[in-house]
């Protein structure tokens, strides 16, 4: 049996966003152990809310998602174009670390 195409329906299931009205604040949390990367959530089930919370990253899952999500946008543009996804300009190997 096929597996049926993903389809995004802001409705229905679970959707996280950013929380309304705190324009995105991240936060770093500098630790003994590890720095740790706040991002507060809003979650929502079949469109109605159910809390908030917050996704906790460290710095090199931040950065692992960054690299990510950068990916996944290259592979998007690249779509129909017929060229190759190009690495965007902050994932390339040559780029310095923040760090």
Same mark, same amino acid.
């Given at each position: 049996?096929?597996?049926?195409?993903l389809?995004?329906?802001p409705? $229905?299931?679970?959707?996280?966003?950013r929380?309304?009205?705190?324009?995105?604040?991240?936060m770093?949390? $500098?630790g003994e152990?590890?720095?740790r $990367?706040?991002?507060?959530?809003?979650g929502?089930?079949?469109?109605?809310?159910?809390?908030?919370g917050?996704?906790w990253?460290t710095?090199?899952?931040?950065?692992k998602l960054?690299?990510?999500?950068c990916?996944?946008l290259?592979?998007?543009?690249?779509?129909?174009s017929g060229?190759?996804?190009l690495?965007?300009p902050c994932?390339?190997?040559?780029?310095?670390r923040?760090?």
């Amino acid at each position: 049996m096929a597996t049926p195409p993903l389809r995004f329906t802001p409705a $229905l299931g679970w959707r996280f966003d950013r929380i309304p009205g705190t324009r995105g604040r991240m936060m770093w949390i $500098l630790g003994e152990d590890a720095d740790r $990367l706040a991002l507060p959530l809003h979650g929502r089930f079949d469109g109605q809310h159910k809390g908030d919370g917050t996704l906790w990253m460290t710095g090199a899952d931040a950065e692992k998602l960054h690299a990510d999500l950068c990916h996944a946008l290259a592979e998007r543009d690249a779509i129909g174009s017929g060229s190759r996804p190009l690495p965007p300009p902050c994932c390339e190997p040559t780029r310095p670390r923040l760090r």
